[in-house]
């Protein structure tokens, strides 16, 4: 069974850029044909897809935060990393790395990590 565990700062100042690692275990990021993707839930609102990385290496990005966004991998070390760049208060969440099918299931999800941007 394939088990995910995202890892990264807790705090991020504002305006910098925040990043965040996942560390797969059970399964690679190479296996056909899965995407890997992160999601965000901020306070008191509801699950939002940030991007994801094909099998293939090709990433996808929400348009909202695409500007923003990159998302990158090392296949030796089975892991995956999300950089947002130019933060603000508004990106504090619980971020989550998720395997996601070709059916478009999100069928693995790791623990999930707060990340809060302030001064």
């Known amino acids: 069974q394939v088990q995910l565990q995202e890892s990264g700062p807790g705090l991020v100042n504002p305006s910098q850029t925040l990043s965040l690692t996942c560390t797969v275990v059970?399964?690679?990021?190479?296996?056909?044909?899965?995407?890997w993707s992160w999601i965000r839930r901020p306070p008191g609102k509801g699950l939002e897809w940030i991007g994801n990385?094909?099998?293939?290496?090709?990433?996808y990005y929400s348009p909202s935060l695409k500007s923003r966004t990159s998302i990158s991998r090392d296949a030796a070390k089975n892991q995956f990393t999300l950089q947002l760049s130019s933060v603000t208060p508004e990106d504090t969440a619980v971020y989550y790395c998720?395997?996601?099918?070709?059916?478009?299931?999100?069928?693995?999800w790791g623990q999930g990590a707060q990340v809060t941007v302030s001064a």
């Open positions: 990385i094909h099998y293939t290496g090709s990433t």
């Open positions: 998720v395997r996601e099918d070709s059916e478009g299931d999100f069928d693995s």
């Open positions: 059970g399964g690679h990021i190479t296996t056909k044909y899965y995407y």
